[in-house]
């Protein structure tokens, strides 16, 4: 019986025909083998065939668990490193804004020193928040008065330059006090006087749409002096100060304060067109194509910046058609992102509308928001600001609703965009290692004014939606 392992094996190198095949034997042997019939002869052979093929199987089966072992480790290490480096970002920027706090605290002289006070108030009227505690709202703080439309702050008591020195001849006063401006402001502050008298709800009500309609009135500046909507030494006594008495006045409903306060601002700083698109280029992009996408940002136009913390000039539940006219009033920073902030500074302010592939979450008062995808297992740069706002800054950031939300969603705005407030972002989850994507949680600041979506002070308001939807049907047969 022919015996595989007792086999004289030839020299290497002894031809072709001895060339040894991955088992062990050579290919003269391997025929020789083969061409038996006798299978008992083949017994011993067949065994340690077969055993050289598990023992090749076991080896090539280790060598794959040890590259998988090792390939795990090294995504480990990676994401470790990252992590660190993500670490060492966040720290260095708090170390910075500490330094430069430090540095201003040392710069300031003996006497202004002893003169601050205990608790600092911000310019945007929040309290600075002390680690593991959330911002307080207090009173709005205002600035000096100023002509720069730039501006985020409330002006002061007193007209704008521009009022005062707008002059009519008597001819024009006579040919404009009939103007349809001036017949509905004397309607307005007549409505104005009932309420002071009455303190009705129904005069409210009335008193509520005269606000909301001005907001669409072809205003004048004419108009404005005849009716004394900004307060002058030349103010009658017995006058009763237009706008400004809405909203320097808490007998009246809260929502009713805030529009008289943002169409107080945007008279201020002559804004008087009532347009909403006011300040934007129209694109030339079709109906069929999508609605406002590719519209710009006239450069002539002067529009407040959104690089700030807080709320700055923006009411609670102010209202726009288009995610660009945030831009333009300077309550967002992009046009299409959802998140805008500045490196180390943080999130500034983000845009709640949902979409395929996020995990948002809205319940009003507390909000779960997605970052944007990273790439690499790199964390993109509109994430990193979020990060930073829980990290290092702690400061919180505006949130405007869209009405891309689901329509479930009770908070979503019928049409356009709404501002809802401020919210404090307390914490995030990684959620996808391999893109970077995080979740963050968000609390709406304690003492602010309700979210603006149901009742008599829900935004957008009637008269708003019924200007969206002309605009709309313009576009649609404009070709715009």
Known sequence: MLNPQAQKRPPEG??????????????????????????????????????????????????????????????????????????????????KQVAHVRTEKETLSPVAKRAQPKEKVTSHGLSEKRRGKRPQMTEDVQSPVTEDPTSLFLPKNGPPEWYIKANFSKAEAKKLNSSQPVKAMEALKDCLRRCLNTKTAKVFDELRDHVHKAEFLNMTAFALKKTFVFDTPDTPKDDLKGLRRIFGDDIFPWDLQEDAKQLYIRWWYARLEPNLLRGLRKSRITHKEGWRNNDSIDPDYKKPTAKYHGQGNLVMGQWWPTQLCTVRDGAHGSAQGGIFGEKEAGGYSIVLSGGAGYEDEDHGDWILY?????????????????????????????????????????????????????????????????????????????GQNPIRYKGKEARPTYWEKEEYAKLKLDAKFSGM
């Open 14 to 95: 002894a031809g072709a025909a001895n060339k040894r095949s991955k088992y062990g034997f050579t290919t003269a042997e391997v025929s020789k083998l083969s061409a038996l019939d006798d299978g008992h002869a083949l017994t011993e052979w067949r065994k340690t065939m077969m055993q050289y093929v598990r023992d090749e199987e076991e080896e090539r089966q280790k060598k794959t668990e040890e590259a998988e072992e090792r390939q795990t480790t090294e995504d480990q290490l990676a994401a470790e490193r990252q992590a660190g480096e993500q670490r060492a970002r966040l720290q260095m920027a708090q170390e």
């Open 370 to 446: 997605s970052g944007t995808e990273g790439k690499d297992m790199v964390v993109s740069e509109a994430t990193t600001r979020l990060i930073e706002s829980c990290d290092a800054t702690n400061k919180p950031v505006r949130v405007i609703r869209s009405m891309n939300l689901k329509k479930p969603n009770k908070y979503r705005p019928e049409v356009g965009y709404r501002y809802d407030g401020l919210y404090e972002v307390v914490s995030y989850e990684l959620r996808n290692k391999f893109k970077a994507t995080y979740r963050f949680r968000l609390e709406r600041c304690p």
